[in-house]
């Protein structure tokens, strides 16, 4: 089976539309590996015809569900785990010396998938920075995809993603055993406040941030949505935080407001001093 050009070229639209996701030329057979199963799950033979549905309908819940088929889901714990080194040796302590006094610190994972990043994040402050547990920690984890956020709540995960980058100190000390699987420990789950948001849409109301984690998000939008979550990062990050972007992200431009900070290996941003 082999997506006609027309039929991907409304793909590539309504998922743009939507979610702010380009899908590059040359992608039909990832569209087709995804949505198959969709359509056969909605009552469909084949995606032809799913899509000849969503172009006679107005917008809902089916073009919904075809974007989310359509959103990256890759994750794991502590990915790119010199990251996190960082965060623990440097960025972490650096933010806790400028709040000291407020002893209060309110960070963002957004683009979270089901939850491995936000629930890395707070195993690390619980392990790492004990003294945190006498001030107000504001833990946000943010993704598009409202099933993969439902993953998360539950907090359950199998062998292979728990063998994904988990370290075993953290298993031993925040899992328990889950049938086949692994749940997480609730105090950690509460720690992480997990809501549905739409980056490339206007963003809800939030507090100023001093440390927001958009890793390997921004190479999957063009250079006009880029620049949108950009400037509404910009508008949430304290001037003294810190923007956190993936490998994937190192070489990119993100323009006269932001100013790198060296960081051995981490692609780590502030805000310029005006």
Sequence with gaps: MTMSSVEFGYLQHLVRRH????????KEYLAESRLLPLARLEGFETIEQMIARLRLERPGGLHWKVVEAMTTKETSFFREFHT???LKARLLRDLLERRSSSRELNIWCAACSSGQ???SLAMLLRHEFPELSAWKVFLLASDISAEALD?????????I????????RM??????????DWEIDEEVRRMVDL?????????????SMDLI????????????TRRSVLDQVSRRLKRDGYLLLGGAEATLRLGDEFQRVETDGATAWRLRES
């Design 84 to 86: 996190f080194e960082v």
């Design 19 to 26: 979610s702010g996701i380009v899908l590059e030329p040359g």
């Design 213 to 224: 984690l958009l890793r390997n998000v921004l190479v999957y939008f063009d250079h006009e």
């Design 171 to 180: 298993l031993t000390r925040f899992f328990r055993k889950h049938g086949i």
């Design 195 to 207: 809501r549905q948001i739409n980056l490339a849409e206007p963003w809800p109301p939030l507090p």
């Design 117 to 119: 990043e936000p629930y």
């Design 151 to 159: 993953r998360g709540r539950a907090g359950v995960y199998s062998q």
């Design 161 to 168: 993603e728990i063998n994904r980058g988990l370290p075993a």
